[in-house]
């Protein structure tokens, strides 16, 4: 069974550009969290998916989103990106809303210029 | 806990011998616990989790204690192997509702030395 497959692996951007992460779940799971990882805050949840809809939200601006599909695939998108963007941004799946465990993919690493 | 600082504490231990790595979380609500672990490179690698109704749970050369009193966790590690050097994380999902949303500690460097 494949696992959490995140694309692309590496970005590098510029001040005021945007971005869009991708993430593709474990198959049969139907939920899909975001999370940024810095060396100076850790892990830090972004928001969650389940159904299309958006379950919960991290405390982040408005400038991070998300959305997901009807086959359970994720994206996010990062507006007018700041250097403080830099992280590694991870997904998570799991098989329902609030379900655990959760399991993670490799993460993308963005690079704010 | 939540995630504070720019150190991670490091845990060195020989080859063959128990790690214990412990973690301290906020929310005496929260009902679901978890350890990662993440080797460089990686994204967290699910290890172990418990629920509150539970003070410990084992697996495959992994235990995690869960007190609740002091909201105190722990893994340990048995017969510690060069595999497992990577940074161990622990987290605590939020409150008791249907919410994904996970609180991640710091982390702890485990190095394991030949």
């Known amino acids: 069974k494949a696992g959490v497959t995140q694309t692309p692996r590496y970005l590098i951007k510029t001040r005021g550009q945007q971005v869009t992460l991708s993430c593709s779940p474990i198959?049969?799971?139907?939920?899909v969290s975001w999370y940024q990882q810095t060396p100076g805050q850790g892990l830090q949840f972004l928001f969650e998916?389940?159904?299309?809809?958006?379950?919960n939200k991290g405390n982040f601006p408005g400038r991070f989103s998300g959305r997901q599909f009807s086959n359970s695939r994720s994206e996010m998108n990062v507006s007018t990106l700041e250097l403080g963007d830099s992280a590694l941004y991870l997904c998570?799946?799991?098989?329902?809303?609030?379900?655990?465990?959760?399991?993670f993919g490799d993460g993308t690493r963005l690079s704010i210029l | 806990g939540e995630s504070v600082g720019l150190h991670l504490p490091t845990l060195s231990v020989q080859e063959g011998d128990n790690s214990i790595i412990n973690c301290a979380y906020s929310?005496?609500?929260?009902?679901?616990f978890i350890w990662y672990k993440q080797e460089s490179g990686k994204g967290p690698q699910f290890i172990i989790d418990?629920?509150?109704?539970?003070d410990k749970r084992q697996g495959q050369r992994v235990t995690v204690l869960l007190n609740k009193t002091v909201k105190h966790l722990s893994l340990q590690i048995a017969a510690t192997q060069p595999g497992d050097s990577a940074v161990y994380f622990c987290a605590e999902k939020e409150g008791s509702g249907n919410t994904g949303k996970l609180i991640f500690g710091q982390g702890t460097t485990l190095q394991v030395k030949p």
């Open positions: 418990i629920r509150s109704n539970m």
């Open positions: 198959s049969g799971h139907r939920s």
């Open positions: 998570a799946s799991s098989l329902r809303q609030g379900g655990q465990p959760q399991h």
């Open positions: 998916y389940f159904s299309e809809t958006q379950r």
């Open positions: 929310n005496s609500a929260s009902d679901y």
